[in-house]
T-cell receptor, first 114, second 113 residues
Framework: QQQVKQSPQSLIVQKGGIPIINCAYENTAFDYFPWYQQFPGKGPALLIAIRPDVSEKKEGRFTISFNKSAKQFSLHIMDSQPGDSATYFCAARNSGGSNYKLTFGKGTLLTVNP | NAGVTQTPKFQVLKTGQSMTLQCAQDMNHNSMYWYRQDPGMGLRLIYYSASEGTTDKGEVPNGYNVSRLNKREFSLRLESAAPSQTSVYFC????????????FGDGTRLSIL
């Protein structure tokens, strides 16, 4: 049972475009939502994270938007660059479970063309 | 500044063989994790160690064992490898109070024939 649904599976944009990656969940006990960026041959890297009491969080060109009522959250990359080409994973933590267990989405492969 | 170091980077095993994947971090982090990554599956937690001396099962622990040797090192052992364990394995760590893995190693690519 997949608890965090991520879409799209892959995404191609032109340099300067604004790719948007979406995640949806059903479990209302999720209370923390990080995003990870992974380059080929490397491990994931924590990119940005949000809690459900905040509707938006920005860090540089990366923005998370959170819609608690819809149980959805999304990652926006402003002024995307070819160096942003990577796989992006959303994740969620269950407040009723272990502090250390995250449920991951299946990932989105982003390609930014020059 | 090495961060999280995993060895080996690549390994091919035959079904039934055993091996240990090594992981060490130099950031004085309390918590360490082992994940596996399979195509189209995202990351799945195998085991984690909240602090030195403790280990707990994650989402997919069957067929694996772990040892938190000290604060720096967290190893993953496959006692009798199976083809279903062909995967990329990632070790990660986080600081005290960190509720998510913050730093990942570059992975061990394991093939079991």
């Amino acid at each position: 049972q997949q608890q965090v649904k991520q879409s799209p599976q892959s995404l191609i944009v032109q340099k300067g475009g604004i790719p948007i990656i979406n995640c949806a969940y059903e479990n209302t006990a999720f209370d923390y939502f990080p995003w990870y960026q992974q380059f080929p041959g490397k491990g994931p890297a924590l990119l940005i994270a949000i809690r459900p009491d905040v509707s938006e969080k920005k860090e540089g060109r990366f923005t998370i938007s959170f819609n608690k009522s819809a149980k959805q959250f999304s990652l926006h990359i402003m002024d995307s660059q070819p160096g942003d080409s990577a796989t992006y994973f959303c994740a969620a933590r269950n407040s009723g479970g272990s502090n250390y267990k995250l449920t991951f989405g299946k990932g989105t492969l982003l390609t930014v063309n020059p | 500044n090495a961060g999280v170091t995993q060895t080996p980077k690549f390994q091919v095993l035959k079904t039934g063989q055993s091996m240990t994947l090594q992981c060490a971090q130099d950031m004085n982090h309390n918590s360490m994790y082992w994940y596996r990554q399979d195509p189209g599956m995202g990351l799945r937690l195998i085991y984690y160690s909240a602090s030195e001396g403790t280990t707990d099962k994650g989402e997919v622990p069957n067929g694996y064992n772990v040892s938190r040797l000290n604060k720096r090192e967290f190893s993953l052992r496959l006692e009798s490898a199976a083809p279903s364990q062909t995967s990329v394995y990632f070790c990660a760590s986080s600081s005290t109070g960190g509720i998510q893995p913050q730093h990942f190693g570059d992975g061990t690519r394991l093939s079991i024939l």
